[in-house]
């Protein structure tokens, strides 16, 4: 799982402090350096933006999850079981190879998240949602309407249907994930909401190349 800039910088961060906590040196306390800028990823289509420090101090993570990590992991495995339905339906209806291939490393990509989402959730205690949880509110998901639409289209109309609603499900993905680096606590839930960001935003511009193409 790749660790997101705001991560990094905390890592490095970390990383002097304990050398310097380390030296048994005699002598007067160096002055200290620049501090470690800590950045905060921009949403889709934006630039990231480095944090002033006292907002830095709000965006570092700890080991110890807060009810907002519980609350996200929860939700982001119901949107993802549906992402996952979406996505298992390319194969047989879609007309576009390129659709097709998307469809498959969405699946990827997200099979394994909810199986570390699940895990995660067992270690905290808490478990997740049940498979048939309601999901009003929650960004981006397709109602069942559209699920029925989309299980009974074929060609290229599946491929509009599919992207118009696969693109506003990873939006909604992204602004979930926003959440958490205002108000979770957990590192490892941190380093996931970076990565569900930075493939969901990758994802939904290649979705937007395929759909100028149809």
């Not at 519980?70 to 339906?89: F, G, K, N, S």
């Not at 118009?164 to 957990?186: D, K, N, P």
Request: glycine letters at 8%.
């Amino acid at each position: 799982m790749r660790v997101p800039l705001v991560l990094a910088a905390v890592a490095a961060l970390s990383l002097t402090v304990s050398l310097s906590a380390c030296s048994s040196a005699p002598g007067p306390r160096p002055s200290a350096g620049p501090a470690v800028p800590v950045i905060v990823p921009g949403g889709p289509g934006e630039s990231a933006r480095t944090a002033d420090p006292q907002e830095a101090r709000t965006l570092v993570p700890t080991p110890v999850a807060n009810a907002v990590d519980v609350e996200y992991t929860r939700d982001m495995i119901v949107h993802h079981r549906q992402a996952l339905d979406m996505a298992l339906l390319a194969p047989s209806r879609a007309r576009s190879a390129e659709l097709k291939g998307l469809a498959s490393r969405i699946k990827d990509t997200q099979g394994p998240e909810i199986q570390f989402m699940t895990s995660w959730l067992q270690e905290q205690g808490q478990r997740p949602h049940g498979h048939h949880t309601a999901h009003e509110g929650m960004p981006g998901m397709a109602t069942p309407e559209q699920m029925g639409a989309l299980k009974a289209a074929a060609g290229t109309e599946f491929d509009r249907l599919f992207l118009q609603l696969m693109i506003a499900h990873h939006q909604g993905a992204i602004t979930m994930s926003e959440r958490v680096f205002t108000g979770g606590s957990h590192i490892r839930i941190q380093e996931l909401a970076g990565d569900v960001t930075a493939t969901q935003s990758a994802e939904i511009r290649h979705m937007l190349r395929i759909r100028a193409t149809l």
